[in-house]
């Protein structure tokens, strides 16, 4: 089974919606990041958090939200989804002693 | 921030060529990785290699941290290599936070 799971794997949805995707880690990693990706660019971080009480915004985070429910769950939620927010999501964790990074199958947003 | 450039960013192969691909970074690092992006989107950890070098099958790579670069070697290339190959960097007291460089498409040709 993969270390780092994401639901859904891929959405389509409205312009206005709100839209929760959902991430999981085995791993066992306290931290745990959300990329977004563009077409024919690398990752951006959009969020990330060291533990359950402690989240960060990253470089983009306006748009989005995040909730870390527990040490192995960690959502990002589009409150009213845009159609500039169609992209491919990434969620990661990372080693504690290493920061290596591990990342989930992603999830293909598309808003029209 | 830390600034990433690979190159190239296109590659063409003929199935069974040797090629290498090189990330440059502006600071001093304490994480670089190099991943693959298949076909298929999902990013896969090639590397863990912030100094020195490592193997493993066909591929290896070497991070010369002194001089800010890294290379990614890829040897008897098969058609299951093509997609986007990635170096991300990680440093100083950021050391969380991974910059991706813009990655090379690299396509093997039968």
């Known amino acids: 089974d993969a270390d780092v799971t994401q639901t859904p794997r891929n959405r389509i949805t409205k312009t206005g919606k709100r839209i929760m995707l959902e991430c999981s880690q085995t791993k066992g990693h306290d931290r745990m990041y959300w990329y977004r990706q563009d077409p024919g660019l690398g990752l951006r971080l959009i969020y990330y958090?060291?533990?359950?009480?402690?989240?960060n915004k990253g470089e983009i985070s306006d748009g989005y939200s995040v909730s870390r429910q527990a040490q192995a769950k960690f959502s990002l939620s589009l409150e009213s989804a845009i159609p500039n927010q169609t992209a491919l999501y990434f969620c990661a964790t990372s080693d504690p002693l290493t920061y290596e990074q591990y990342f989930g199958p992603g999830t293909r947003l598309t808003v029209t | 921030g830390i600034q990433v450039e690979q190159s190239p960013p296109d590659l063409i192969l003929q199935e069974g060529a040797n090629s290498t691909l090189r990330c440059n970074f502006s600071?001093?690092?304490?994480?670089l990785q190099w991943f693959h992006q298949n076909p298929w989107g999902q990013l896969i950890n090639l590397f863990y290699i912030p100094s020195g070098t490592k193997q493993n099958g066909r591929l290896s790579a070497t991070t010369v941290a002194t001089e800010r670069y890294s290379l990614l070697y890829i040897s008897s290339s098969q058609t299951t290599d093509s997609g986007v190959y990635f170096c991300a960097v990680a440093s100083g007291g950021s050391n969380y936070k991974l910059t991706f460089g813009k990655g090379t498409l690299l396509t093997v040709n039968p």
């Open positions: 600071d001093s690092v304490n994480n």
């Open positions: 958090s060291f533990d359950v009480k402690d989240i």
